[in-house]
């Protein structure tokens, strides 16, 4: 729980900084600055293990949630300015429900690959999932954490076929 209220301590925080950046230096380098964030915050994921204390595993995640605010609120206004007035509601109402679908398939791909490892760590048995030992849940969450890497990467991959700046309409 404290590792999840670290990440939602950093959006908001880089959020309402990004307004100033991606004025100045436009949206998709605001949201390039957050994806950096986000691939340190996954690179620190990567080095915890089961000897990790709870405020290294914090840290990471509010790496990653000041770059998540950093791409989000720029990634929302880019796309309402790249409209008319008539259309910006459907097209903030497309983009929240995509960033909605997004987070459902992401935490259903991780529990996935959660699952699988945890299958592989007990032989194919069906284990107790109550009393589960640090010895398999501990590689299994490093595959999740391999993932969001990944993820990340991709996620830059994306941010660079945004335009830096779009038209803005009336």
């Given at each position: 729980?404290?590792?999840?209220?670290?990440?939602?301590?950093?959006?908001?925080?880089s959020?309402?900084?990004?307004?100033?950046?991606?004025?100045?230096?436009?949206?998709r380098?605001?949201?390039f600055?957050?994806?950096?964030?986000?691939?340190?915050?996954?690179?620190?994921?990567?080095?915890?293990?089961?000897?990790?204390?709870v405020?290294?595993?914090?840290?990471?995640?509010?790496?990653?949630?000041?770059?998540?605010?950093?791409?989000?609120?720029?990634?929302?206004?880019?796309?309402?300015?790249?409209?008319?007035?008539?259309?910006?509601?459907?097209?903030?109402?497309?983009?929240?429900?995509?960033?909605?679908?997004?987070?459902?398939?992401?935490?259903?791909?991780?529990?996935?690959?959660?699952?699988a490892?945890?299958?592989?760590?007990?032989?194919?048995?069906?284990?107790?999932?109550?009393?589960?030992?640090?010895?398999?849940?501990?590689?299994?969450?490093?595959?999740?954490?391999?993932?969001?890497?990944?993820?990340?990467?991709?996620?830059?991959?994306?941010?660079?076929?945004?335009?830096?700046?779009?038209?803005?309409?009336?």
């Open positions: 729980g404290f590792a999840v209220a670290a990440m939602t301590i950093g959006w908001p925080i959020a309402a900084i990004a307004g100033r950046f991606y004025l100045r230096i436009g949206f380098d605001t949201a600055i957050g994806s950096a964030f986000v691939v340190i915050g996954a690179a620190v994921l990567l080095l915890v293990n089961g000897d990790s204390s405020l290294h595993l914090a840290g990471a995640c509010f790496l990653v949630g000041l770059g998540l605010g950093f791409i989000a609120s720029p990634i929302v206004v880019a796309a309402q300015s790249s409209v008319d007035w008539a259309t910006r509601g459907v097209v903030t109402g497309a983009a929240m429900f995509a960033r909605s679908v997004g987070s459902a398939v992401g935490i259903a791909l991780f529990g996935a690959i959660a699952n490892a945890v299958a592989r760590q007990v032989g194919g048995k069906h284990p107790d999932l109550q009393h589960l030992s640090a010895q398999v849940l501990e590689p299994s969450i490093h595959e999740v954490y391999l993932g969001a890497g990944v993820a990340a990467i991709v996620m830059i991959g994306a941010i660079a076929l945004l335009p830096r700046r779009t038209a803005t309409f009336d």
